[in-house]
T-cell receptor, first 114, second 112 residues
Framework: NAGVTQTPKFQVLKTGQSMTLQCAQDMNHNSMYWYRQDPGMGLRLIYYSASEGTTDKGEVPNGYNVSRLNKREFSLRLESAAPSQTSVYFC?????????????FGAGSRLTVL | GDSVTQMEGPVTLSEEAFLTINCTYTATGYPSLFWYVQYPGEGLQLLLKATKADDKGSNKGFEATYRKETTSFHLEKGSVQVSDSAVYFCALKTDSWGKLQFGAGTQVVVTP
């Protein structure tokens, strides 16, 4: 019953450092997503992967890269972290071919950039 | 572009009070509409959904009706409990790949 698993749960970085957020799902979903959550702004889509082997930019992709490693895993990389990337990051997955697409979310990763 | 507007919070209620959270949307085409809930320290989880006009989604005592004429999807619950304290997000989906557009979220605090 794992669903969507994200690591790490918490991370503190200094400006300019790099890190990768990991995400894995065990529901055999085709599509995966990375969102960031900021106060008063809801969730904004960073990148998504409609299916294994494809990735596309979302609303706020600048400063991030992603890798769809296989059907289960979708990682988010910050090459040179900036204070503006302080946020809570959520990974999600879905069986996008279904009519009313339902996203399953991970528990989130709280990132602070000093 | 597509957008979702929901009422600002926090909304503070006493237990057994009636809850309404307003949500309106702007979208091309015919979106599917969702309410997600986020309990403290957790990720979002689907609360209810509606895929076409006049559909009513319901779950755990919450209801929302897809009103195309007013482009709204207001969330209601007749008698809230302390356990309903959470942040509620309205969202819409317009494309076939399932990307969701979220509102800013409304924090609900229910006191005993």
């Amino acid at each position: 019953n794992a669903g969507v698993t994200q690591t790490p749960k918490f991370q503190v970085l200094k400006t300019g450092q790099s890190m990768t957020l990991q995400c894995a799902q065990d529901m055999n979903h085709n599509s995966m997503y990375w969102y960031r959550q900021d106060p008063g702004m809801g969730l904004r889509l960073i990148y998504y992967s409609a299916s294994e082997g494809t990735t596309d930019k979302g609303e706020v992709p600048n400063g991030y890269n992603v890798s769809r490693l296989n059907k289960r895993e979708f990682s988010l990389r910050l090459e040179s972290a900036a204070p503006s990337q302080t946020s809570v990051y959520f990974c999600a997955s879905s069986e996008a071919r279904s009519g009313a697409n339902v996203l399953t979310f991970g528990a989130g990763s709280r990132l602070t950039v000093l | 572009g597509d957008s979702v507007t929901q009422m600002e919070g926090p909304v503070t209620l006493s237990e057994e009070a009636f809850l309404t959270i307003n949500c309106t949307y702007t979208a091309t085409g015919y979106p599917s509409l969702f309410w997600y809930v986020q309990y403290p320290g957790e990720g979002l989880q689907l609360l209810l959904k509606a895929t076409k006009a006049d559909d009513k989604g319901s779950n755990k005592g919450f209801e929302a009706t897809y009103r195309k004429e007013t482009t709204s999807f207001h969330l209601e619950k007749g008698s809230v409990q302390v356990s309903d304290s959470a942040v509620y997000f309205c969202a819409l989906k317009t494309d076939s790949w399932g990307k969701l557009q979220f509102g800013a979220g409304t924090q609900v605090v229910v006191t005993p």
